[in-house]
Structure formats: C-alpha cells, structure tokens
C-alpha cells in the first residue's frame, strides 16, 4: 500500500474569517435651538389712563394695555357675556355698551380697537 504524499502547498487551510461587527453610527440629533424670548414691547407695558366708562370695569388709574385687555376678559366671564353660539361675539351689557359706542354686540377684534380709543 503506498501512502499518498499531499503537497502542503496545494492543500488550502480552511480559513475562519471572522465577520467583523457592523459599525452602526448613532447620529446625534441636532441641537435644540433655544427660542429667543423677545421682551415685551414698551409700547404695551406704558401705563395708560382709561376714561370714565373703561375705568367702571378695569379700575382707576394708569394700567398697561395688556391689564386692560385682561380685566376686560375677567369682567365678560364673570358675567357669561360671551355669545353662546358664536364664541367671538361679546354681548355687552350697560357697562360695555359705554365702551363700546352703543353696539350691544361686537367680535372680540373690534372689541380692541374699541378699548384702545378709551386709553390715552
């Protein structure tokens, strides 16, 4: 019986490569930008002189616009004047109808401009 003699060169190892881990980059979210707070206008925060018929509901004395908006809102919960089908409709009682010119009933816009001409 004769022995076969295998070449070591022609003869290939069996080579294990090793799968290398996937490298998973984690993305970094981006950076939160901050939001810049802008300061309140001047022209808001200026104490104003409310006439006589603004003065029943907000109070006398100099008050900033914004105040005067806020009283105004207090004042027409506290008395559920606001139009129970449309929401933006004020309905103004004998107080408000001063402010208001006489309207018995105005939207929440021209509400504003109708305060604004009884603040100097």
Request: glycine letters at 4%; zero cysteines.
């Amino acid at each position: 019986m004769a022995k076969k003699t295998i070449k070591k060169s022609t003869v290939k190892k069996a080579t294990s490569k090793k799968a290398s881990p996937k490298k998973t980059t984690i993305k970094k979210a981006a950076p939160v930008k901050k939001k810049t707070v802008l300061a309140p206008s001047t022209a808001f925060m200026k104490p104003l002189n409310p006439s006589k018929e603004l003065a029943a509901i907000v109070g006398v004395g100099p008050i900033p616009r914004t105040e005067v908006i806020k009283k105004v809102w207090q004042y027409i919960k506290k008395y559920n004047l606001q139009d129970a089908k449309n929401r933006r409709a004020i309905n103004a009682d004998d107080k408000l109808k001063a402010v208001f010119g006489g309207k018995k009933q105005v939207t929440m816009f021209e509400m504003t401009k109708l305060i604004s001409n009884h603040l100097k």
